[in-house]
């Protein structure tokens, strides 16, 4: 270079200088290109970042252009190239909601007037599967103009439909919670509570801050033992579920019954196990069905089993019978005459009756044995694991004897009044509990046809009986009208001066089907189906027609004595009918007797009291039949405005003969007290010349019997009364009785 001109080394020094230049200017805009590109792919990291941000959120990207009012929607994808921009005109977008479109539109409107800091909305927009999506879009201004008007918005917008739909099944079940009728709580897996709803408060009576964090146990009853709960709470454990009822009990320490069902769930936030507990109040429920239950199966006005309930207990014990090869007997009871009772005295005493019968029906055969009521006056007493028959019969009699003590119905009152019993049973008569329960009442009929106050055991031939009942009744329904019927007369002698002071009218039914049909069967049955009404109108009409006619030949100082039924009594207007009868035959009323059965008077003593009154005003007579065979003291005798005392055979039968005999004591005692209440005293049933003697002795005033006549037609009678009156007696204690007077 030493060597070079020095103008070639200027050159060279140039060319150098501008290559260093040049490198250099190239360096530094490399350096700057790199500079740029570094920047560039900041920029874009940053904005694939802000985008990846962006579709990972599943956010839109929007921009409003307020001056062109277009809207800009961008769903971000990953990829730049995939972006989808859509351009609208807000006031015409479709997209939007056409409802919603308003309040978009007010939002806008509230943002860029500075009402509020951003501009916030939630609205829905049609998705691209064509179904509405919410959309919640939030955004601030991006460019404004000169004089600090927004001119550009731009923000973004969430789908948050499932959001939403979330919230609103949750605003749903709080709504629900809040709302149930069902007591709601929630428990923690140690069982303390965590929430309860308005309903739990109500049923419980605690309020959510008494109970939050306590022990799920203070509203646990002591109707049901700890070892109850706990193992609920196991079953809840271990099978995350458990339903059943549950006795509960309230702040102020009532218990409820409640149907309750536990469930587990999981926490959605913590994952803890909590269990809801849904329960409703089922104490009123209960308490009906168990009276709904009770109302099925037993009788509300005793208390005692229904027919529903034997039913069932007879089917029960029928299997046991048959399982332990052992006898069952069923005791089929009704109480004599409790119609005539009930219609008289009111329903409201013949309540007090069943109930008082129900009681003591239960006293005599004790709570091992089933009593139920079936109906009306229908008792029935199953008795189990039996020895033999004898031993139901001896069940029956002791129920019999129980009843001969009155029942007490209230403080004041007492009533006498008896049952008959049928018993049939297992395996003797029938094998089901139809069968066994109609065999008792069979047998029943028979015990009240063979005199009431009885009991029977069923026999096949009853059967035939019951059907023989039927058709008597059925024939005894045109009595009256084929004149079937008649009347004998059977004379009554006066023991202090041996005159005929009265006649007994005794009714007989030739029937051309069943021939002569004693009055022992068939006025029970004439009672039983109410005919006994008729019949008995009839018979004091004939009897008077009788006693008039007599009258008109001569025998004008007899007393007609007609047999009248208690259901005549209690049931129709006797009275009237009498005082017709009197007035149609001009029979004087001082003439007539009624006769009634001393158990009828006794069983409704204060309304047969004010029925004989009226006959007693009318100068009618009055008698009690069969004294002694009932249960009334003298005292109670007393009450009623009677005028004669009719001694039953039974108690006359003995008298006379050698030996103390317990009837002579009753009848002198009878016989002295009834006096001292002013009665006269007939002896019934006075067969021998030594009765007679006894009574006119112990001085009975008069008797009847076949010692003096049987019962004899009217004609007959007439002529007995005739003679009797053309040689007057003097009646001794040897007695002038003609022996040939023998029954009819
Ligand atoms: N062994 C025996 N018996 C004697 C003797 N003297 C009379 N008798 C019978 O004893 C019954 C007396 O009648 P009662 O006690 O009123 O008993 C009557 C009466 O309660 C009822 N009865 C009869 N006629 C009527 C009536 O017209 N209406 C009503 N409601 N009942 C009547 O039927 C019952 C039975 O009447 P009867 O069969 O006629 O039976 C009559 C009569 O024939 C005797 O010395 N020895």
Known sequence: MLDMPSSHVLALLVALLVLAMAGMAIAGHRRREREQRDHLRAMREREQRLRLSLWASNEIYWQYDLEKRELERTRVEPDLSDDLAVQVDLDKDHQIHPEDLPLVLDRLREYVTGGTQMFLSEHRIMGEGGQWQWMRARGRAIARNEIGHVTRIAGTARNVTSIREKERERRIANEVMHNMAESVAVVDAEFRFVAVNPAFTRMSGYEAADVIGKDGSIINSDQQDEAFYEKSRD?????????GEMWQKRKDGRDFLCAVQFNAIVEPGSRKR??????SDITDRRRIEQELRYLANYDTLTNLPNRTLLAERLSRAIVRARRQGSRMALLFLDLDRFKDINDSLGHATGDRILRATAQRLQEVVGDGHTVARIGGDEFTVLLEDLSGGDEAERCAQRIIDAFDAPLRLDDRH????????????????AQVPTDLLKHADTAMYQAKAAGRRTFLRYADAMDGDIRRRATL????????????LRLVYQPQLVLADGRIGAVEALLRWNSP???DVPPSQFIPLAEESGLIVSIGEWVLREACNTLADWRRDGIDNVLMSVNVSAVQLLRSDLAQTVQQVLRETGVPANQLELELTESVLMANAEHATERLQTFRRLGVSIAVDDFGTGYSSLAYLRRLPITT???????????????DSEDAAITTTVIAMAHSLGLRVVAEGVETAEQQRFLLQHGCDMVQGYL????????????????????PQVVSASARLDPAASPP
């Open 274 to 279: 909590l269990y809801v507990v849904v329960a």
């Open 473 to 484: 009744i059925a024939a005894l329904r045109k009595v009256v009208e084929r004149g079937e």
């Open 645 to 659: 005392l009719k001694i039953d055979k039974a108690f006359i039968d003995d008298l006379g003969r050698p030996g």
């Open 513 to 515: 089907e069943h021939g």
């Open 235 to 243: 079953a809840m454990q271990q099978q995350g579920c458990w339903s």
């Open 414 to 429: 007492e009533i006498a009044i008896s049952p008959s019993i049928g018993i049939s049973l297992f395996p003797d008569h």
């Open 708 to 727: 003096l006549s049987g019962p004899l037609n009217s004609l007959d009678c007439l002529r007995f009364l005739q003679d009797w009156q053309n040689t």
